[in-house]
Nanobody
Framework: VQLQASGGGLVQAGGPLRLSCAAS????????MGWFRQAPGKEREFVSA????????YYADSVKGRFTISRDNAKNTQYLQMNSLKPEDTAVYYC??????????????????WGKGTQVTVSS
């Protein structure tokens, strides 16, 4: 699976931003998708995930209620709608994929495919 993330940029605190991740190389609806992020000097951390059908979603506590993950299997694309952004959301955001859905179990080591990151910067 090849993943290409886009949509990052500079936004003021409180504003919205939407990330996209286009996938290719495997039946998209069979692949669980997710997002991680990595801030300078910190480890890469889980943000959100969605099952192949889109029926199940999972969020880190730090983004719950502000971020919404979704996918369009007809377009082989997943999205991360980020609202009420905070300066602490500043990071490089990475698209991720796993061959199976493991529910809330999303360690970095469990990711099968990574995309290149897209920078999100939230100014105060």
């Amino acid at each position: 699976v090849q993943l290409q993330a886009s949509g990052g940029g500079l936004v003021q605190a409180g504003g919205p931003l939407r990330l996209s991740c286009a996938a290719s190389g495997r039946t998209f609806s069979n692949v669980a998708m997710g997002w991680f992020r990595q801030a300078p000097g910190k480890e890469r951390e889980f943000v959100s995930a969605i099952s192949g059908s889109g029926f199940s979603t999972y969020y880190a506590d730090s983004v719950k209620g502000r971020f919404t993950i979704s996918r369009d299997n007809a377009k082989n694309t997943q999205y991360l709608q980020m609202n009420s952004l905070k300066p602490e959301d500043t990071a490089v955001y990475y698209c991720a994929a796993r061959r199976q859905w493991y529910g809330t179990n999303w360690p970095r080591e469990g990711v099968d495919y990574w995309g290149k990151g897209t920078q999100v910067t939230v100014s105060s």
